[in-house]
């Protein structure tokens, strides 16, 4: 079925350090969109990129969109303990039908 | 008013009970979302409603009945669940546009035990 790889599954790092998260599918992607779930929480919108190559930022956390649209990822610059949770990429794949379909997220967990 | 808003937060239920989740937005999204979180995993699209109308039905059992009675409020009916339907129950809401796609707002959620 339609599904995008997540990668890695968790990552422990120590405060101050970097992270990222990355997303890869098989075929070409209309649009990939970026959540944070903190623990007991919910998911959270972050973000949709839709052009190829394209890259956005949000304070310490820079998206970026493959040049194929086949890949996606999510790097944090300096993290904190704030950045605790789970990163999720989702693709639409329904368009106007609404079809979000989320990889398996990365854990990460940071230690101060 | 941003924000989709899920009641119970929390709801323990026999597999003999009928119970029901409710999830109101204020938005103005017309499309709302079903989906289905276990420990650990990813959320699972369960229901799509596009306009007040059933569009997506990701083959869930029939125990899950949805219902969209008007576009602020979304409702799952539940009936004869199983111990493994024991989930996190999400609610999500966008707007709908042609051909795109908009981030999705979701509630709090209902935590679901079945015993």
């Known amino acids: 079925g339609q599904q995008v790889m997540q990668i890695p599954q968790y990552q422990h790092v120590q405060e101050g350090e970097d992270f990222t998260t990355y997303c890869n599918s098989s075929?070409?992607?209309?649009?990939i969109q970026w959540y944070k779930q903190r623990p007991g929480g919910h998911p959270v919108f972050l973000i949709q990129l839709v052009k190829s190559g394209e890259v956005k930022k949000q304070k310490r956390l820079t998206f970026q969109f493959g040049e194929a649209k086949k890949n996606s990822s999510l790097h944090i610059t300096a993290t904190q303990t704030t950045d605790v949770g789970t990163y999720f990429c989702a693709v639409n794949y329904g368009g106007s039908q609404g079809n979000l379909i989320f990889g398996k997220g990365t854990k990460l967990s940071v230690k101060p | 008013d941003t924000e989709v808003t899920q009641t119970p937060k929390h709801l323990v239920m026999g597999m003999t009970n009928k119970k029901s989740l409710k999830c109101e937005q204020h938005m103005g999204h017309r499309a709302m979302y079903w989906y289905k979180q276990k420990a650990k995993k990813p959320p699972e699209l369960m229901f799509v409603y596009s306009y007040e109308k059933l569009s997506i039905n990701e083959s869930v059992p029939s125990r899950f009945s949805p219902e969209c009675p008007n576009s602020s409020l979304l409702n799952l009916h539940l009936h004869a669940l199983q111990p493994e339907d024991s989930a996190l129950y999400l609610c999500?809401?966008?707007?709908?546009?042609?051909?795109?796609?908009?981030?999705?707002?979701f509630g709090s959620g209902t935590r679901l035990t079945v015993v």
């Open positions: 999500a809401s966008s707007h709908i546009q042609g051909a795109g796609s908009y981030g999705y707002t």
């Open positions: 075929t070409t992607l209309s649009n």
